[in-house]
Structures are given as C-alpha cells and as structure tokens.
C-alpha cells in the first residue's frame, strides 16, 4: 500500500521522522566509536589490545544494528498511530442512526 491513499495526523507522522531522523544520528554516532576505538589500535596510538578494540568495534556496530532494527519498527508502528481512519465519523453516524430507527 502507498502513502498516497491515506490521510495522516501531520504532527504524529512529523514527530514518527524526526524521532526516527534522531535515532538514525545515535546509531551512526555509536558505530563511528567503535570504528574510533578499532582505528587508534591500527594506527598503534592506542594502548588497547588488538583483540580488546575488535571486540568493541564488534559489539558497537551489532549494538547499533539492533538499534537500527528498533528505530525502523518503532517508526512504522508510529506512522501506523498516525494513520486517520477514512469514514471514521461516518461510521459512529450510521450506528447511532440504527439505534434511533429500532
């Protein structure tokens, strides 16, 4: 299905990407430490050991794929929230209306 064909609360999808847009930044942010760490012991300007900066490097980026993984679950759920149901007021009408007939 395509975006086009439903109608969204602009403040609650806005919110959905910013919010996503911001997590995206923190992912990044923890994989370049981990690349920091790994690239000081390469370049022997570190005093950690070799196998000390690849696990971290390791455990940074799986760290930041999982919140990766989070980010893009948590952005489709809030986009979904965002939603406006088509005919939602119509709906709650014809019910009503039934009601007063019987």
Request: proline share 3%; charged share 25%.
């Amino acid at each position: 299905m395509k975006d086009e064909n439903f109608e969204y609360d602009i403040q609650k999808r806005a919110r959905a990407g910013s919010s996503a847009v911001f997590r995206v930044v923190v992912a990044a942010y923890i994989i370049y430490l981990g690349w920091t760490v790994l690239r000081g012991v390469l370049n022997g300007t570190s005093p950690v050991p070799v196998w000390v900066a690849w696990l971290v490097a390791i455990v940074f980026t799986a760290g930041a794929g999982a919140f990766l993984f989070y980010t893009w679950k948590k952005y489709l759920r809030d986009r979904e929230d965002a939603r406006i149901v088509p005919h939602q007021e119509q709906l709650s009408e014809e019910d009503s209306s039934e009601d007063s007939e019987s």
